[in-house]
């Protein structure tokens, strides 16, 4: 059982299966927006269906872009008109699969010890090496104790399990762990549960890994959590030179590689959505 910090000892994190969704309900959404997406993008004349309320607009970014490049490359339009925006499917009604007052036991639960074992070994065998945006020793000495008193933090923990699951678990199983790892870690990220402004930055890359592409591919995808984490990071000044500030050698260390990571994810995910820096 972890405890994260400042929370009562009775709001203790309990081990069971990810809770099950609508999970037809959410595939069928999603087949419907990706058929939106290939059919935009096969048509070869313009789309010239209204956006009105009720319905998404779709933003295909600016001209460097991959979805702008495709539609470009598909309709050979000369003229000087650009088009970025088009219509999308009908906004879905949110339902709430558990109440409100459940929440928060639902963001503290994690699965079964095994599959978070499976999912934490997953990230930090096939993610962390290449983006290492948590300190591996130092999380793996906090999980592998299991001392109440110095828990990882579960912001971070639930993250991990989200990216581990992207990466070592096959379609439909991964979207819907991927659904609820997210769901749990934004409520965390967002009632501020966790205090520390680093662990918040390193959970928002985390969170990059993941897109909801059918309630919200704005709101919920890359873009906006490397935005998030840069506010976040130039707020803390990760971006000042700190040779010469009373930093610890491993709290410096620490500082400079994320900062370098999430300026990496900010030109990446820019030029992925053809959309402003975050920097």
Not at 5 to 28: F, N, T, Y
Not at 85 to 95: L, Q
Not at 120 to 144: C, D, G, L, S
């Amino acid at each position: 059982t972890f405890l994260p910090q400042g929370l009562r000892p009775d709001a203790a994190v309990h081990h069971r299966p990810p809770a099950q969704s609508d999970a037809g309900s959410v595939r069928e959404r999603g087949r419907e927006m990706e058929n939106r997406l290939v059919t935009l993008i096969d048509e070869e004349e313009p789309d010239r269906r209204e956006i009105q309320r009720g319905v998404r607009a779709i933003y295909v970014g600016d001209d460097v872009s991959n979805m702008s490049f495709l539609l470009r490359q598909q309709r050979a339009d000369d003229s000087s008109e650009k088009a970025y925006h088009y219509a999308g499917i009908e906004i879905p009604r949110r339902r709430l699969e558990i109440g409100h007052d459940q929440l928060q036991q639902d963001a503290l639960t994690l699965p079964e010890p095994a599959l978070v074992d499976e999912l934490v070994e997953a990230y930090f065998t096939h993610v962390n090496p290449i983006f290492p945006i948590v300190e591996e020793e130092h999380f793996m000495m906090q999980y592998r104790n299991r001392d109440p008193s110095d828990p990882p933090p579960i912001l971070i923990l639930q993250a991990i399990c989200l990216v581990g699951a992207h990466v070592s678990r096959p379609q439909p199983e991964r979207d819907e762990l991927k659904a609820t790892f997210f769901r749990r870690s934004k409520w965390l990220f967002d009632n501020r549960v966790e205090r520390n402004r680093d662990v918040l930055i390193q959970a928002a890359l985390l969170l990059t890994w993941h897109s909801d592409v059918v309630d919200d591919d704005v709101a919920a995808n890359a873009h906006y959590w490397v935005g998030v984490a840069a506010r976040i990071a130039t707020g803390l000044g990760m971006h000042r030179d700190l040779r010469c500030e009373k930093f610890t050698p491993s709290e410096r260390r620490v500082w400079r590689r994320v900062w370098w990571i999430l300026v990496q994810f900010d030109v990446l995910v820019s030029l992925s959505h053809g959309r402003p820096q975050a920097m």
